[in-house]
């Protein structure tokens, strides 16, 4: 069974640009969820999708949007960069989110210039 | 609100020597915990987790945790530790569907 894919894994973006990453889940996993991972700020939750609704969104600004599509594949975009936004995106999916067990892709890496 | 505590930023034990890992954690209600390693430059694997039942928790590669509710605490435990151990571990509690992590404790494994 392929486990999560997330492209792309490493991309360079200038300030004031904006970017979208895609994520597949494992197959037949419904639930979706994004994470930030920063040396300073730790793992922190951007969002959650279940069946195309966002059902959770962390405490990030209005930039970062994400959606999901029919077929469980999510994106997530972040507008405007920052410096600060630089980080790995990771993406998991999970058959219920509530119960916790979550498998993760290795990421996108994010560089802010 | 929910919250997870590592205390220690890294722990640092000799290869066939028991290892522990601190987690203590912040919840209402009945906390939903799990365990997760990352790898460098990986994703996060699942280790672990504690719904309800039994107090120590079996898990993946030897892992195992006990939680304790009268101490808030799940420390993640391995009787010998490995070289190949040696990772970045992370505590978690869900609530609603998100999963609020702690800071992440680096495993350091010596031969």
């Known amino acids: 069974k392929a486990g999560v894919t997330q492209t792309p894994r490493y991309l360079i973006k200038t300030r004031g640009q904006q970017v979208t990453l895609s994520c597949s889940p494992i197959?037949?996993?419904?639930?979706v969820s994004w994470y930030q991972q920063t040396p300073g700020q730790g793992l922190q939750f951007l969002f959650e999708?279940?069946?195309?609704?966002?059902?959770n969104k962390g405490n990030f600004p209005g930039r970062f949007s994400g959606r999901q599509f029919s077929n469980s594949r999510s994106e997530m975009n972040v507008s405007t960069l920052e410096l600060g936004d630089s980080a790995l995106y990771l993406c998991?999916?999970?058959?219920?989110?509530?119960?916790?067990?979550?498998?993760f892709g290795e990421g996108s890496r994010l560089t802010v210039l | 609100a929910q919250s997870v505590a590592q205390p220690e930023d890294q722990v640092n034990v000799a290869e066939g020597n028991p290892l522990t890992v601190k987690c203590t954690y912040s919840?209402?209600?009945?906390?939903?915990l799990f365990w997760y390693v990352q790898y460098p430059n990986r994703g996060l694997q699942f280790l672990l987790k504690?719904?309800?039942?039994?107090?120590l928790v079996k898990g993946s590669y030897g892992f195992e945790a006990e939680f304790n509710k009268s101490q808030t605490s799940f420390h993640l435990k391995k009787p010998s530790a490995l070289v190949s151990d040696s990772a970045l571990y992370f505590c978690?509690?869900?609530?609603?569907?998100?999963?609020?992590f702690g800071g992440g404790t680096r495993l350091m494994v010596k031969p």
């Open positions: 919840v209402s209600g009945n906390p939903y």
């Open positions: 999708y279940f069946s195309e609704t966002q059902r």
């Open positions: 504690y719904i309800t039942g039994d107090n």
């Open positions: 197959s037949g996993h419904r639930s």
């Open positions: 978690a509690v869900n609530y609603g569907n998100m999963l609020t």
């Open positions: 998991a999916s999970s058959l219920v989110a509530a119960l916790g067990e979550l498998f």
